[in-house]
């Protein structure tokens, strides 16, 4: 179980995501300490497939990565959402 659960709710951004999905892989923290929760609040280009694009290369093959996807509700129900899925003792 990691320590901590990233959370990023997403809404047709999917060249952020990917640029803060790098970030994420480049920490030093140990990649088993941590995952990443993404939410895509109803996004009109899903990003699950942008996100399993980033997790084939080599920067993301090691990070730790679930998208949801969901109806568009709104940035609150989509972190919402996204803590309801971390498994992570802390929450960001």
């Known amino acids: 179980m990691p320590e901590l ?4 709710a997403t809404f047709n951004r999917p060249a952020s995501l990917v640029r803060i999905l790098g970030e994420l ?7 088993e300490r941590y995952e990443v929760v993404v939410v ?3 996004s009109k280009e899903p990003v699950l497939s942008r996100v399993e694009a980033f997790r084939a290369t080599d920067e ?4 730790r990565v679930r998208v949801e996807r969901q109806k568009n509700a709104g ?11 971390a498994e ?3 929450l960001v």
């Open 5 to 8: 659960s990233v959370v990023i």
């Open 40 to 42: 895509d609040d109803g």
């Open 88 to 90: 992570g003792n802390i």
């Open 60 to 63: 993301g093959k090691h990070l």
């Open 25 to 31: 892989a480049a920490q030093t923290i140990a990649k």
């Open 75 to 85: 940035a609150a129900a989509a972190r919402q959402r996204g803590a309801e899925l």
